[in-house]
């Protein structure tokens, strides 16, 4: 697969109809509770180890605060990077990865909210705000993809009101290496490398709902 994709900018109208589909319904299209898709996740079967993923905005199955909501099409959040910490990290750690993902988006493939690699080995949080789109709080060589709405950076919850909570899986990466590819990129683009890179992988799941 080509690494060499170019990246192109939704148009507004697209990016509101990408964020309304956020949520799950009950009706024709939509993705009932009982029936909601699996995290994906890629980099094949890893153990977490001891690497463990916590955030002091929420905790593991606890409810995502406003502060970590969008802030568009009628959402009124202020689309806030929560701080993110980790620790366990295994030895080979060469970059960590990590993602924002809404399974129970009624998209037929979930909705990627937040995409960011080539976090240096050393690193061990990301600090509240981080995922701003210049990427200037990151740790130095970080690398921020573009989501599902095709914006780079930080794109918080924002599902339609009164539909049920989605999860928002926060999924960290341990890395046998850095990853060459360009800012900007695809989730595709960035999943099709973690795969086979990986050594570790934990999760952090937040809920949201209107």
Partial sequence: MSNALTHRVLPA?????????????????????????????????????TLTLSSPQFANGGRIANEQSANVFGCTGGNVSPTLTWSGAPAGTQSFALTMYDPDAPTGSGFWHWIVYNIPATATSLSLGAGAASGTALPAGTRQGAGDAGTVGYLGPC????????????????????????????????????????????????????
């Fill in 159 to 210: 599902p339609s009101v009164g539909d049920p909570p989605h999860r928002y899986v926060f999924t960290l990466y341990a890395l046998n290496r850095t990853l060459d590819i360009p800012a900007n990129s695809a989730p595709a683009i960035v999943g099709f490398n973690l795969d086979g890179s990986t050594i570790a992988r934990t999760t952090l799941t937040g809920f949201f709902g209107r």
């Fill in 13 to 49: 109208a697209t990016l509101a109809a990408l964020l309304s589909a956020c949520a799950p319904t009950l009706t024709l299209g939509g993705n009932p509770a009982g029936a909601r898709l699996s995290v994906a996740q890629p980099g094949g079967t890893v153990s977490a180890g």
